[in-house]
């Protein structure tokens, strides 16, 4: 396997998305508020003349988010079901080729990562967890609604 990774730091982690699902990693500096949303949803914010739906990835992971006020947030874009949204991530790092396919994760990891995770694949700087990004756009609300 040679796909391309984007390497993201989350909740003190280093873990990926797959490269081709990332439009571009922005800096966002305004973020709307949007009331009655779900919980993993911080707000909105505009890129391009586009409006971007926020995602917090820590949030949809169920962890806590920390304090963001007057602060510029990394994200990744990401387009799903026709719709932008941003990922907020605690930082991105680097690019990097994956040289092995996904196996799965034979520890605990903790519900939200596990439900977001796509599995371990090695890189030329060791393994990295590959998440979903649907998943985290999706957050965890979804399971409890189709269980």
């Not at 990774?5 to 990693?25: C, D, M, T």
């Not at 919980?39 to 949030?59: K, M, Y």
């Not at 169920?62 to 991530?89: C, K, N, R, W």
Request: hydrophobic content about 50%.
């Amino acid at each position: 396997m040679n796909e391309l990774l984007l390497v993201v730091r989350i909740a003190g982690q280093r873990v990926a998305f797959p490269a081709a699902k990332v439009e571009s990693v922005v800096e966002l500096d305004t973020l709307i508020p949007v009331p009655r949303a779900a919980e993993h949803i911080a707000g909105l914010s505009a890129l391009r003349s586009r409006v971007l739906t926020v995602v917090c990835c820590r949030r949809s992971l169920g962890l806590p988010m920390p304090d963001v006020q007057d602060s510029i947030l990394e994200a990744a874009v990401t387009e799903v079901d026709g719709h932008h949204y941003a990922l907020i991530v605690d930082g991105v790092e680097d690019v990097l080729t994956a040289t092995s396919d996904p196996a799965s994760v034979r520890a605990a990891m903790g519900q939200g990562w596990e439900r977001v995770s796509l599995g371990m694949v090695e890189t030329e700087e060791g393994a990295l967890l590959v998440l979903d990004v649907e998943s985290l756009v999706t957050g965890p609300d979804a399971v409890r609604q189709a269980a």
